[in-house]
């Protein structure tokens, strides 16, 4: 499988890399590992796509993609059919690539993978569910892949105690990947909006979180305003790791400041459109892009 390599613009990044299902047990046990060098060795949360769940996926609608090195398993990304009475959809349950791989562009060619196997299966849409405060993954998510938020689920898994999720309550967004809509089509191929372009609307938005330098000097939030205008910008830790280190007492304020503008956004019919990193003042900062439905650049409407 080729995972869309000739259309997403970072062949010449995964050189060296096969994208396939995995077919035997000995690659079905090599998931675990990828899972506990991202999680953690003494994580709890080890174990959630054991062997035989994966031989049941595999062989019934579902998928267990992975990305070789070799025989090396780099990274897994795993889906079964999902129907929410309207509609039949493939529901991604994990993407993970290892750590020593992570700057090599995997987890996009895995999802575009996914993607290549769910519309062979004959299905038009993935959807998943990410935590809105790791900047990294919504970058992936929303900017490089164009899928679109849609719902915003307060303390979606209860409570968790691996380091990602440890002392900080397990909100989530869902994404819904449309896997032919012009947009996505447009931004698997490297042709999305441009920094610049990004830039300047991110300028002419309306701000909905406020923050300032904590004693660390990362940024914490201080304030929550609704949104005004046909766009705002939600702003979210450019780094949550550095957050957790360095301004640990802020890490509830991060979730609250964020939910409730999330909340407000909805309420007043404005949705996630798109994800930016912009460098004011030389200070990297990351933002959600929202607008209203009648004025999304893509000219869809928003979800409620």
Do not use: C
């Amino acid at each position: 499988m080729n995972a869309g390599v000739a259309t997403s613009g970072v062949s010449e990044k995964v050189e060296g890399f096969r994208f396939r299902r995995l077919e035997k047990p000995e690659e079905f046990r090599q998931v675990a590992e990828v899972e506990r060098a991202v999680v953690g060795a003494d994580s709890a949360a080890l174990g959630s796509l054991p062997v035989g769940l994966q031989r049941v996926l595999q062989d019934n609608g579902g998928l267990v993609i992975g990305a070789f090195a070799d025989i090396y398993l780099a990274g897994i990304s795993a889906s079964l059919i999902g129907w929410d009475g309207a509609t039949l959809y493939h529901y991604s349950l994990l993407t993970a690539v290892r750590p020593e791989y992570q700057n090599h562009h995997l987890g996009f060619q895995l999802k575009a993978a996914q993607r290549d196997e769910v519309l062979r299966i004959g299905l038009k849409e993935i959807r998943w569910v990410f935590d809105p405060l790791q900047s990294r993954t919504a970058w992936l998510h929303v900017h490089r892949l164009g899928a679109r938020p849609d719902r915003y689920f307060p303390h979606y898994f209860g409570q968790l105690s691996d380091p990602a999720n440890e002392g900080l309550e397990t909100d989530r967004m869902r994404a819904v990947w449309t896997l032919e809509s012009p947009d996505v089509i447009a931004r698997l191929a490297g042709s999305g909006p441009s920094a610049k372009d990004n830039e300047a609307r991110w300028g002419r938005s309306s701000r909905m979180v406020e923050t300032e330098p904590g004693e660390s000097g990362i940024r914490v939030p201080t304030a929550v305003a609704e949104p005004e205008g046909p766009s705002a910008h939600l702003e979210v830790p450019f780094d949550l790791a550095l957050v957790r280190q360095h301004e640990p007492k802020s890490l509830r304020r991060w979730r609250h400041a964020t939910r409730d503008a999330f909340r407000a956004a909805t309420d007043l019919g404005y949705a996630v459109d798109d994800f930016v990193v912009v460098a004011p003042e030389h200070e990297r900062r990351s933002f959600y892009l929202l607008s209203l439905a009648n004025s999304r650049p893509d000219g869809a409407p928003s979800s409620s």
